[in-house]
């Protein structure tokens, strides 16, 4: 059965060479590229694909659309695959992709992938539900698991520590979710996952917020 491929990147060069990767493998049908995130939301719903290829960072923000059109087809189109192509091995980006669940989710290397192989691979798993991670980020996972974290702050994703510093400025969820571009449910979602990793769950909320807020303020300013 053909595996219908939607692929987002942003870079012309990189995006040239992994759609002459995905084409050349007869068993994939690449049926749009794209090179932002609404472009690429675009493209999803327009051809319905099995597996979505993107880059972890691209316009407009370029700093996690890649996971965010993951979480956004866990929500919507939760039966399609996706494959994170990244350059970073920091753990919190694949932590922020599993985050839901590893069923169909990849996250590899860009400078791993150096053939049709292992990304033929990986979409191939994806779609049929299973997860790949590249060995590297698997390392730096260990690693970061078996060192205790400096602090609180070092356990939050790159999306949670965005939150808590616009919570920091006493934003509510609804002007937080303005500010960033996501849902008031996303944000609310990652502070209760804020307030989990601090230990804040059975709070009140607001204490739960300004006890986060506090342990925001006293990393950032040295204490």
């Known amino acids: 059965m053909t595996i219908r491929v939607v692929l987002a990147e942003d870079n012309a060069l990189l995006r040239e060479g992994i759609t002459r990767l995905i084409s050349s493998d007869a068993e994939f049908e690449l049926v749009g590229v794209g090179s932002d995130y609404p472009e690429l939301i675009e493209l999803i719903t327009t051809h319905e694909p099995d597996v979505v290829v993107t880059d972890i960072r691209m316009p407009p923000t370029g700093t996690d659309e890649g996971i965010r059109a993951a979480a956004w087809l866990r929500e919507n189109r939760p039966k399609v695959g ?3 192509l990244s350059q970073y091995t ?8 599993l985050e839901d669940g590893s069923a169909g989710r990849a996250y590899l290397l860009k400078e791993r992938v150096a ?3 292992e990304l033929s691979r990986a979409i191939r798993v994806v779609a049929e539900g299973g997860s790949v991670i590249d060995p ?15 602090s609180d702050l070092d356990w939050l994703t790159p999306r949670e520590t965005e939150i808590l510093s616009e919570m920091a400025q006493g934003k ?9 571009g ?15 990793k601090f230990g804040l ?9 300004v006890k986060a807020v506090l342990v925001y303020l006293g990393k950032n300013t040295g204490g």
């Not at 509510?172 to 960033?180: F, T």
């Open 172 to 180: 509510s969820n609804g002007a937080i979710a303005k500010s960033l």
């Open 182 to 196: 996501v849902s008031e449910r996303a944000v609310e979602k990652h502070s209760n996952s804020i307030f989990a």
């Open 115 to 117: 053939g049709a192989s």
């Open 82 to 84: 996706v494959v994170v």
């Open 201 to 209: 769950s059975e709070e009140h909320d607001l204490n739960r917020r």
């Open 90 to 97: 920091a753990p919190a980006y694949a932590l922020a992709l």
């Open 136 to 150: 590297l980020v698997v390392d730096e996972l260990v690693k970061a698991r078996s060192h205790r974290p400096k």
